[in-house]
């Protein structure tokens, strides 16, 4: 699986938007881009996954530049619950590969209230 | 559904012991993954089940550990003469094959090993 490259840590504040950055430039055609998060104590979560739109859901959206090097995962209002690990994942789907996910170390938000 | 479960969520073993970890996943879903999570790092790749195959193991999984998932629902992970460096969390995962659910993992809450 490509690699992709995250900041370490990300501070914000309660109520105000986040924008967390993914660089993901050796990206091929099939790779899928996935964010999971992991709050304190708990299991990774899913938090959204595109391939070349942009995508919203829920809990977030998912902004990808033109050439797929690079991707944002965007909170629209942080709260004290989404402090937390978020990995950014590249998941190609070809074949018998299309299965587990490769998470990096991730970057560590903190939410001030 | 309450989600993947794992038990037990704590283990404290000696060195040279040996334990065994259950997981049960979603109940539809025929995907299960086994990951391990050390201090500070993301979740690792261990293996990986489709019904009750094994479908790839990782290098991390040396021959102590083994993996069963018998009646293509619940799993058990065994690690045989535990070692200070198997110290970690456990997770395991669930989804189900069938696009477009499958994109998507379910993760339980780990078991925790601390071997002394």
């Known amino acids: 699986d490509a690699k992709t490259t995250q900041p370490n840590s990300m501070e914000s504040n309660e109520e105000e938007p986040v924008h967390l950055p993914c660089n993901h430039s050796t990206i091929s055609g099939t790779d899928y881009i996935h964010w999971y998060r992991q709050l304190p104590s708990q299991g990774p979560e899913y938090v959204i996954h595109?391939?070349?739109s942009n995508v919203n859901n829920r809990m977030a959206s998912l902004a990808i530049a033109e050439d797929r090097k690079s991707s944002t995962l965007i909170l629209h209002r942080a709260t004290l619950r989404d402090a937390a690990v978020y990995y950014c994942?590249?998941?190609?789907?070809?074949?018998?590969?299309?299965?587990?996910?490769?998470f990096g170390k991730g970057t560590l938000l903190t939410v001030n209230p | 559904d309450t989600g993947v479960s794992q038990d037990p969520r704590h283990k404290i073993t000696k060195r040279g012991q040996n334990v065994t970890f259950r997981c049960d996943p979603i109940s539809e879903h025929n995907r299960l993954y086994w990951y391990r999570q050390t201090l500070g790092q993301g979740p690792e790749f261990l293996t990986y089940f489709q019904n009750e195959a094994q479908l790839e193991k990782s290098r991390l999984l040396s021959d102590r550990f083994s993996a069963e998932r018998p009646k293509g629902s619940f799993s058990t992970l065994e690690i045989q003469r535990t070692e200070q460096g198997d110290s970690a969390m456990y997770l395991c995962a669930s989804s189900p094959s069938i696009l477009p659910s499958s994109y998507e993992q379910y993760f339980g809450p780990g078991t925790r090993l601390t071997v002394t």
């Open positions: 994942i590249l998941r190609d789907v070809r074949g018998g590969s299309n299965y587990k996910l490769t």
């Open positions: 595109g391939l070349t």
